[in-house]
C-alpha cells in the first residue's frame, strides 16, 4: 500500500507538472531528425528554432545552447537555431554493431528554463564492400574424405550494418563441393564448404574455387577470395570432441590466466597421427585473440585480455582439434562464453540545469534543478535508486525522460527563517555490493487544498451473476487526490437520501477506507435486472472536497434451473414411459418423442438431448435438437423384444444441469400391435384431448393475464404512475424446448428478454448480454423501471 500510495503521488506531480507548466517555469519537448552518414562538416540537420515555433532574435538573449559532455561535439547550433554537422560522422564508429543508430542530446533555454531533447537518427550508406583478411586460403582436404564433410571458411566482414552487411555467398561451379552458410546473428554468417563428391588426387591434385560475398546493398557491393584446395594423402581419422557443445560462464574483470573451460578430443589413430593438439578455429578473429587463448596440450582456454560485460556479454569461439600427422586431420567445434556482470560502474550524476535563486514566494511544486543519473551497468546493477537529503523543504520526483529527475519544492519558503539550502542527491544502484555517489547543490532563496477526488471512469457499469453470495465484495470504486498528506486521503459514502434510490441502496454498504462495495443480500435475475446508485468521495482536507460517482449494475442471468421431463412420465411422477411398435416396422419409424423444459433464458435455457444409454446402438436414433426417437433400422427375428433407453436432457449453461428420461421400447407382432394400437389410440385421444384441454385452459389463463396486464397499465398510465409490473410470457417450442420470454419496460424503451430464439428484425442492446431486445414502443416516454424487491 505504501509503494501505491508514493507511485500515486509521482503520477499527480506529473500531473501538476504538465497542468501548470507556466507556474513551474519548465517546458520540454522532443524533436527527430534524420540524416546520413559523411554528411560533410556545417551541412544543416534541422532547424531547431524554427520547430520549435521560436523567433532567432530570442535565442541568444535566453541562452540558447547544447548540453554535451564532449570536447569535440558531433553538432553546433549557429545564431538562428540552426542545427549543422560540427564534425564528419562516420555510423560505423559512432554506432558500432549497433543496427538503429540514434545521437540523443538536450538544448537548454533560461528564462523561463526550458530542456529540449532532440534525437538525430543517422543513417548507414553502403558504403563499404565485403572484404576477406585473405585474397588466398588453402585448404588440405584428403582424398579419403566422405561425401558430407564440411571446412569452414574465413567469414567475409562488412562495416555496415544492417542489411548493408555481407547477405549471402556465392561459390563459383564446380562438381564436388558445394557452399553452406551459417547465421550466428550478430556474428554474421559464416561460410563452409560443404564435399559433396569425393575428391581424388589421381585425377585432379589441386582444385581452385572462387567465393563471393555480397551485402544487402542496392546495387549490391562484392568481395572475393580465391579458396585453393589440394588434395592430399592422409591419416583417416580426425581428432572427435568428447561434447556435442561447450559453454562456459565466467565473471567480467576476470585476471588474466584464468582457465574458462577445457575442451578434449582424441584420435583414434596412433602415434603422431593420435596426438591432439589445440589452436583456435579459422574464423577467430584478431579482436577474439585479444581476448582469449588456448593450450595446444591440455585444450585450456584461458583468459588473455579485460573482459568488459558492458562490451559484449557472449563469445562464440572455434576450437579446432588437429592431430600430427603428416597430413593433419582437423575438427572444429564451437565453445560459447558467457560474460557476467559485475556491479563495477560507479552512478554518475550531472546537472542538467540549475536555477541558484529562487523567490520564497515560490509555491509548491517548482523547479528548482534537473538532473540525469546514468550507470553503465546492465540490470538490477544498472537499476538506480534516487535520493535526496531530509533536511530540506525540496523532493525529487522522476522526469517523463527515464532516469531524468526534478528536484522541486515540497513545501512554501521562508527567507527570515532560511535562506540558504544545500541539497545533497544520492544515487545507489540495486547491485549486490551497490555502489553510491552523490552530489550537493546550494540553492539560495531570493526573498492549499484545491484538487477534488476524481474517479477514472464515471459512469462505471458493473456486471453481476445472481445468486452470488450475501456479505461478499462486489467490486470496488478508487477515487485519486492530486493533493499531499491528509488533503489527498480519501474516503467513500453512498448517499441514502434519495427517494428513487433508497431501495436498492439499503442492501449496499461500503468499506469507507478501501472503496470495497458489498452486497447484503442476493440478487435474482427474475426479480431485478438492473439499478443505479451513487458513490461520494470525500478528502480530508479543512474544508473537505467531494465528487459524485454514478454505477450502474447489471444483473446476469446464471443457470440455475434443471430441464424438466414433460414427457414421458408415468403415473409415479417419474420419467419413464413404454413404447409398443411393430417388429416389422421400416427404418426411420417415429417410436415416440422427448419433451423437456427448462426455466432459465438464453443458452441456460436451450435443451439439447441425447442418448446416455441404450441396449443396442444400431437400432434406434434421437435427433438432438427435436427429442424425436427412430428406428434405424428394421428388426429381425434375432433382435430383442425389448429395449431400455435412457436419454439425457441437459442446457447450455457454461456449467451445464441435466435430467434424464427412460423409454421402454417394446417389439410385437403386428396382429398384436394392430389390437394395441386400438387401444393405445383410444388411450391417446384421450390423452390428446387432455392436452387439449390443457392447452385451452393455459391459453385461456394467459390470455385472461395479458387482458388484466393491459387494463392495469392503462389505468397506471392514466393516473401517471410510474410503476409498471413485469410480465412473464412462456411460448411452447416444437423442437420439444419450451422458449422463455421476459417482456419489461426501462425509460422510453420497451425490452423482452428471450432464450434460444429471437424476434426477427428486433435489436440487440448493448450491456444486455445478448439477450435483451428493444421492442418498439406506442406508450408515453415518461415510464420508469419497477423497483423490485431483492431475493434473500
Known amino acids: 500500500m505504501a509503494r501505491r500510495g508514493r ?106 528554463l526550458e530542456v529540449h531533447y532532440v534525437g538525430i537518427d543517422v543513417l548507414d550508406l553502403n558504403d563499404h564492400s565485403p572484404t576477406f583478411s585473405e585474397n588466398e586460403t588453402h585448404l588440405e582436404i584428403s582424398e579419403s574424405a566422405l561425401s558430407g564433410a564440411r571446412f569452414q571458411l574465413q567469414a567475409a566482414r562488412d562495416p555496415d550494418s544492417g542489411m548493408l552487411s555481407v547477405q549471402q555467398y556465392k561459390l563459383s561451379q564446380n562438381e564436388h563441393f558445394r557452399l553452406e552458410v551459417k547465421d550466428r546473428g550478430e556474428d554474421g554468417k559464416i561460410p563452409a564448404l560443404y564435399l559433396q563428391k569425393p575428391l581424388d588426387k589421381e585425377t585432379a591434385r589441386t582444385h581452385r574455387l572462387l567465393l563471393t560475398a555480397f551485402d544487402g546493398g542496392k546495387p549490391p557491393r562484392s568481395g572475393t577470395m580465391e579458396i585453393v584446395v589440394n588434395v592430399l594423402d592422409v591419416n583417416d581419422n580426425m581428432p572427435v570432441f568428447s561434447k556435442e557443445s561447450y559453454t562456459a560462464v565466467i565473471n567480467e574483470n576476470s585476471p588474466i590466466g584464468t582457465t574458462i573451460i577445457q575442451v578434449n578430443a582424441t584420435d583414434s589413430d596412433d602415434g603422431l597421427n593420435g596426438e591432439v593438439v589445440y589452436s583456435f578455429g579459422n574464423n577467430v578473429n584478431n579482436k577474439l585473440r585479444k581476448l582469449f587463448e588456448v593450450d595446444a596440450n591440455t585444450g585450456e582456454i584461458l583468459v588473455k585480455g579485460l573482459l568488459d560485460f558492458e562490451t ?12 600430427k600427422g603428416p597430413v593433419p586431420l582437423a575438427t572444429e567445434k564451437s565453445v560459447i562464453i558467457t560474460i557476467v556482470d559485475l556491479n563495477d560502474n560507479t552512478p554518475e550524476i550531472e546537472v542538467t540545469s540549475f536555477s541558484s535563486a529562487i523567490p520564497e514566494d515560490s509555491k509548491p511544486g517548482r523547479t528548482v534543478a534537473l538532473i540525469s543519473v546514468s550507470d553503465k551497468d546492465s540490470g538490477v546493477n544498472g537499476k538506480i535508486i534516487c535520493s535526496i537529503s531530509n533536511n530540506v523543504p525540496f523532493t525529487l520526483t522522476p522526469s517523463l525522460q527515464e532516469n531524468m529527475y526534478s528536484i522541486v519544492t515540497k513545501s512554501l519558503l521562508d527567507r527570515e527563517h532560511k535562506s540558504n539550502y544545500d541539497v545533497t542527491v544520492v544515487a545507489k544502484d540495486a547491485g549486490e555490493q551497490s555502489l553510491t555517489s552523490q552530489r550537493t547543490i546550494s540553492v539560495t532563496v531570493s526573498d492549499v487544498n484545491d484538487n477534488i477526488p476524481e474517479f477514472s471512469i464515471n459512469p462505471f457499469t458493473f456486471y453481476v451473476t445472481e445468486n452470488n453470495a450475501a456479505g461478499a465484495s462486489l467490486f470496488s470504486v478508487s477515487a485519486t487526490d492530486c493533493d499531499q498528506g491528509e488533503n489527498a486521503v480519501v474516503s467513500y459514502s453512498i448517499p441514502r437520501n434519495r427517494d428513487e434510490n433508497k431501495i436498492f441502496t439499503s442492501f449496499l454498504n461500503i468499506n469507507s477506507e478501501t472503496g470495497d462495495i458489498v452486497a447484503l443480500k442476493s440478487f435474482d435475475f427474475e426479480t431485478l435486472k438492473t439499478f443505479q446508485f451513487h458513490v461520494v468521495a470525500t478528502d480530508s482536507g479543512t474544508p473537505s472536497l467531494s465528487s459524485n460517482f454514478t454505477v450502474n449494475v447489471f444483473i446476469l442471468d446464471q443457470n440455475d434451473n434443471a430441464p424438466v421431463i414433460l414427457y414421458p412420465v408415468s403415473t409415479n411422477g417419474s420419467a419413464e414411459g413404454v413404447e409398443e411398435i411393430p417388429r416389422n416396422v421400416n427404418a426411420g419409424h417415429l417410436v415416440t418423442k422427448v419433451r423437456a423444459y427448462d426455466a432459465d433464458i438464453g443458452y441456460n435455457g436451450w435443451l439439447l438431448f441425447s442418448l446416455q444409454e441404450v441396449t443396442d446402438h444400431s437400432l434406434f436414433g434421437l435427433d438432438r435438437y427435436t427429442g424425436q426417437i427412430r428406428t434405424h433400422r428394421s428388426f429381425t427375428e434375432t433382435d430383442e423384444a425389448e429395449h431400455k433407453l435412457v436419454i439425457l436432457v441437459k442446457d447450455n449453461g457454461n456449467v451445464s444441469l441435466s435430467a434424464t428420461a427412460t423409454v421402454i421400447v417394446k417389439l410385437v407382432e403386428a396382429k398384436e400391435a394392430f389390437a394395441a394400437s386400438d387401444v393405445k389410440s383410444a388411450a391417446k385421444v384421450d390423452e390428446e384431448d387432455n392436452v387439449t384441454l390443457y392447452l385451452m385452459i393455459t391459453l385461456g389463463s394467459v390470455s385472461l393475464l395479458f387482458l388484466i396486464s393491459i387494463i392495469v397499465l392503462i389505468a397506471m398510465q392514466c393516473s401517471k404512475s410510474t410503476d ?15 422458449c422463455h420470454s421476459i417482456q419489461y419496460r426501462s425509460g422510453d424503451k420497451r425490452y423482452m428478454l428471450v432464450g434460444p430464439r429471437m424476434s426477427i428484425g428486433s435489436t440487440i442492446v448493448p450491456g444486455s448480454h445478448a439477450n435483451t431486445l428493444v421492442l418498439p414502443d406506442r406508450r408515453h416516454a415518461t415510464a420508469e423501471v419497477r423497483k423490485v424487491p431483492i431475493k434473500n
Open 7 to 112: 507511485s500515486a503521488l509521482l503520477e499527480c506531480l506529473l500531473v501538476l507538472i504538465v497542468s501548470f507548466g507556466h507556474t513551474f517555469d519548465l517546458i520540454s519537448a522532443q524533436l527527430r531528425y534524420s540524416i546520413p552518414e559523411e554528411l560533410t562538416v556545417g551541412s544543416v540537420v534541422g532547424n531547431i528554432a524554427k520547430d520549435l515555433g521560436m523567433e532567432p532574435s530570442a535565442l541568444n538573449t535566453r541562452g540558447f545552447r547544447i548540453v554535451s559532455g564532449s570536447a569535440e561535439p558531433l553538432f553546433q547550433l549557429n545564431n538562428n537555431g540552426i542545427l549543422l554537422v560540427n564534425r564528419k560522422i562516420d555510423r560505423e564508429e559512432v554506432c558500432e554493431r549497433i543496427t538503429t543508430c540514434i545521437i540523443n542530446m538536450k538544448t537548454v533555454l533560461e528564462n523561463p
Open 312 to 323: 559484449k556479454d557472449r563469445y562464440e569461439i572455434d576450437i579446432k582439434a588437429s592431430d
Open 724 to 738: 409498471y409490473t413485469s410480465k412473464y410470457l412462456q411460448e411452447t417450442n416444437y423442437d420439444g424446448t419450451l
